[in-house]
């Protein structure tokens, strides 16, 4: 039983890991989509577009892993968490899809650049929201009877969900402006310096207000937080979150170059363990536990056997390919 125990535990924190590195990697993509209205058309929005031009395709990998994961070790919570959210889950593949054909049909048909431009805003903006309207519909709750879903098919739309959505949506504009004030100079990286400092504040108060809401939303939630002695070990959460905001604020005021895309990876990472905090161990709240929800010891053995030879090669592959197109983007382009 031990053993079982433990290996539920190293498959929840695999996919939390692979939700984040997903989150990372993808949630700048989206973000610079999200931003692409503000650009100046032509040049500015040609070298936002090539800065994530060799990367942007293999960023998916992370989702194919983190959905896979969850279904092969959890799938009850699979079995659940789908049905529950099956309209945003749509919304989401359909929005990344058109956005992958906006991204590369704009360069071979400049005839329709401009709808093709709308369409990879349109497309980053929809499976930015989906994303972050599915985390609030599953930290919500979804209603379970039998192990099985027994909601509405519109229980995920709440004002809740609505302000997560928004506050995933601000969070990628975010980590999308402060990537490209790694990647451009001169005026580009001035003009996305101030969006990011705009993004950021939005992402501050987003933030705080999910936040409080969760106190609210669930008495179990708060006790997670506000009870003895737990206040003690969650407290430097927050505490470390507030000196990161300060830190990234800095950073963009005294035009530093990667130092800001680096201080939103680390919100991002401590709005993730907050939301870890809250849940645990609930993998569906709020009746499904990760070890209700898991796979029987023999399949998370295989499984983790598989992970443990492809997720090095997937970080191998990622670092490589980031390296090997570091520095800024320039005016020649990646297409």
Partial sequence: MGVNVDLTTVWAFIIAFAVFAYVVMDGFDLGIGILFPTFEVGPERDRAMNSIA??????????VLGGGGLFAAFPLAYAVILPATYPLIIAMLLGLVFRGVAFEARWRDPGHRRYWDAAFTGGSLVAAMAQGMTLG???????????????????????????????TVAGYALLGAAWLVWKLDGPSQEHSRTLAKRAAWATFVLMGAVSLYNLLLNAEYAAHWLSAPEIYYVAPIPIITAIIAV???????????????????ALFFLGMAGLGVTMWPYVVPPGITIWDAAAPERSQIFMLIGVAITMPLIIAYTAWAYWVFRGKVGHEGYH
Avoid at 54 to 63: C, F, I, Q, R, S
Avoid at 247 to 265: I, T
């Fill in 247 to 265: 830190a990234l604020l800095r950073a963009l005021s005294v035009e530093r170059h990667s130092k800001p895309f680096w201080l939103a990876l």
């Fill in 137 to 167: 519909a599953l930290l919500q709750g979804i209603e379970v009877v039998d192990r099985g879903y027994a909601g509405s098919w519109l229980d995920w739309l709440t004002p809740y969900t609505l302000l997560t959505g928004v506050g």
């Fill in 54 to 63: 060799p990367v942007w395709d293999g960023n998916e990998t992370w989702l």
